[in-house]
């Protein structure tokens, strides 16, 4: 009987973890829009190597000089250290980017990012291309009958 309710407290406690690890993941339709790409020049100001997913944020001026501070997210530390990024080492704040992505569907300073340009040129994919979001429905590919 004690190892029952020692059980249950121990799943109770566990729940909330659980779901806030369920809330942390989402898919890209569910906040991005893939008919909204969106360019971004600006400087970096943080990075966070977090799982499930990465962030840097990026200050951008506008035409009228107006500073505005965008977060960008991206793939899991493991992902962009196998595809070529180095924490602290890669990209650094006070770096100027260049970033491709895709706008948040509630409009905020918040995008997907895809692809980031360094200012010697070079380029590494920070996330992965957009998705639907609508669970597999439509083809990826055009499929020919």
Do not use: C
């Amino acid at each position: 009987m004690a190892r029952r309710i020692y059980g249950a407290w121990r799943l109770a406690a566990a729940l909330p973890l659980l779901a806030t690890a369920l809330l942390a993941h989402h898919s890209f339709g569910a906040e991005y829009d893939a008919t909204k790409p969106v360019t971004l020049t600006g400087v970096i100001t943080k990075i966070d190597w977090t799982n499930p997913h990465s962030y840097f944020f990026l200050d951008v001026k506008d035409d009228k000089g107006k500073v505005a501070n965008w977060k960008l997210e991206g793939y899991p530390p493991s992902v962009l250290s196998r595809t070529g990024w180095k924490k602290d080492v890669t990209m650094k704040v006070g770096d100027s980017v260049t970033v491709f992505g895709w706008h948040a569907r509630d409009g905020s300073n918040w995008a997907h990012s895809r692809q980031v340009t360094f200012a010697d040129g070079k380029k590494l994919f920070f996330g992965p291309p957009a998705g639907t979001g609508d669970g597999g429905n439509t083809p990826a590919v055009e499929v020919s009958k």
